[in-house]
């Protein structure tokens, strides 16, 4: 069974600083790992694919790497700003109807 | 472009009633289909998922129904609701040009009294 982890589960950092939301899962047969971010009461807003056969996306101050084999992935947020603050989630997708596993996420809080 | 829509947004329902969450997709065909709770202090789990019109598969046993009478409706259902149906109800589809990515819906607020 897939169990996705995410470390730290709350993080709170100044402003302007560069930051690293960890998440690992068990196992390695996924299709890609998405990450998410989500603002409270809301849905769920899809920051970053990465393909099992890729290494790294970025898009803007994001960028995402993966680690199939170790079961690792990383979110990499630079000079941080207090709108980033919300729940960053990462999830695997597996299964033949491409199902997603989450973790169970990381709060943010960049202050001003 | 696609764009996926959810009603009720909040809904209080005392214990025992009957429940219906709607989900619908526009500018994709054939999608799948997925139901998630998000329940207070717990991560996000897959209740069902669908791949097709009459397609219906469960994750877990639970309290819930779902059904796929149209190729981009997707309804939850419950006879009687429980406390422990309490949660954020999210729908989500994949399919198309965007082919393993899923998008989410703006989700149900459920709170049974």
């Known amino acids: 069974k897939q169990e996705v982890t995410q470390i730290p589960a709350a993080l709170s950092v100044p402003e302007g600083e560069n930051l690293v939301l960890n998440c690992s899962f068990t196992?390695?047969?996924?299709?890609?790992l998405q990450w998410f971010r989500q603002d409270p009461g809301k849905g769920l807003t899809s920051l970053l694919l990465?393909?099992?056969?890729?290494r790294e996306q970025t898009s803007g101050r994001l960028n995402a790497s993966l680690d199939k084999s170790s079961g690792r992935s990383t979110l990499y947020i630079a000079a941080s700003q207090p709108g980033d603050s919300a729940t960053y989630l990462c999830?695997?997708?597996?299964?033949?109807?491409?199902?997603?596993?989450f973790g169970s996420g990381t709060q943010l809080t960049v202050l001003p | 472009s696609q764009t996926i829509h959810q009603w009720p947004a909040t809904l209080v329902q005392p214990v025992g009633s009957p429940l219906s969450l709607e989900c619908t997709v526009e500018g994709t065909s054939n999608p799948n289909l997925y139901w998630y709770r998000q329940a207070a202090g717990r991560g996000l789990q897959l209740l069902f998922y669908?791949?097709?019109?009459?397609?219906i598969s469960s994750e877990v046993p639970q309290n819930l129904s779902a059904s796929r009478p149209q190729d981009r409706q997707f309804i939850l259902s419950s006879k009687k609701l429980l406390l422990s149906d309490s949660g954020f109800y999210l729908c989500a589809w994949r399919g198309g040009t965007s082919y393993n990515e899923q998008f989410f819906g703006p989700g149900t607020r459920l709170t049974v009294l």
């Open positions: 196992d390695s047969a996924i299709y890609n």
């Open positions: 990465i393909q099992s056969s890729q």
């Open positions: 669908s791949v097709g019109i009459g397609q």
């Open positions: 999830a695997v997708l597996r299964g033949s109807a491409r199902q997603l596993t």
